[in-house]
């Protein structure tokens, strides 16, 4: 079995801050893939960042980056100058044996 | 071009009611999904429709069925729901097979379910 744990169930940040959120996972697989989703109050889950765990350098896209150990099984992301439009849950998500876990959320609030 | 659509945004039925939910994506991808999220909670999976293969979780009971038209449609029938199955209902699909290096899921925006 595969879990993801996501041990910060609130965080809040002021506007233009720098924030990680951390997240922690369990696979016996050798092959997997690490996710991170934001879901606003929308609703809709949308596709943050997304890393290979065969790739040793962290992903990266925009003002977001993880930090992917993979030794620690540890894969945190890390939002800079933050915005308010940033404010949503966070889910971080193990692709692996053909099955996509998820954590329990970060909700995350950026203050203007 | 990642859009997969959900319709209708809400719906509110009785336990008596028949219903279906829709997802459609035109990105080519060959895999589909459904998914349950409960409130402050992270999505479920319900089914996954992967190359004319479906695939569902034991859990779910037989008052949901999903049915797949077509590679770009995956319904999802309702029928004699109960109110705590009232919940976001949130479709993806992915370019390939669940667990390949071409599965990262894409969702639509959910449909809310409210059971009265």
């Known amino acids: 079995a595969q879990t993801v744990t996501q041990s910060q169930p609130e965080m809040s940040v002021q506007e233009a801050e720098t924030v990680t959120l951390s997240c922690t996972y369990d696979?016996?697989?050798?092959?997997?893939?690490l996710f991170w989703y934001k879901q606003p109050p929308s609703r809709q889950m949308i596709l943050v960042i997304r890393?290979?765990?065969?790739?040793?350098q962290n992903a990266t896209e925009n003002r977001f980056s993880v930090n992917f150990q993979k030794a620690a099984k540890s894969f945190s992301l890390k939002i800079s100058d933050s915005q308010l439009g940033d404010t949503a849950m966070y889910f971080c998500?193990?692709?692996?044996?053909?099955?996509?876990?998820f954590g329990t959320g970060t909700r995350l609030t950026i203050i203007p | 071009d990642t859009e997969v659509t959900q319709t209708p945004k809400h719906l509110v039925m009785g336990m008596t009611n028949k219903k279906s939910l829709k997802c459609e994506q035109h990105?080519?991808?060959?895999?589909m999904y459904w998914y349950k999220q409960k409130a402050k909670k992270p999505p479920e999976l319900m089914f996954v429709?992967?190359?004319?293969?479906?695939?569902i979780n034991e859990s779910v009971p037989s008052r949901f069925s999903p049915e797949c038209p077509n590679s770009s449609l995956l319904n999802l029938h309702l029928h004699a729901l109960q109110p705590e199955d009232s919940a976001l209902y949130l479709c993806?699909?992915?370019?390939?097979?669940?667990?390949?290096?071409?599965?990262?899921?894409?969702f639509g925006p959910g449909t809310r379910l409210t059971v009265l």
């Open positions: 993806a699909s992915s370019q390939g097979p669940p667990g390949t290096s071409t599965d990262t899921q894409y």
């Open positions: 696979t016996s697989e050798s092959n997997y893939y």
């Open positions: 890393q290979e765990a065969y790739k040793q």
């Open positions: 998500a193990l692709l692996g044996n053909e099955k996509l876990t």
């Open positions: 990105m080519g991808h060959r895999a």
């Open positions: 429709y992967s190359y004319e293969k479906l695939s």
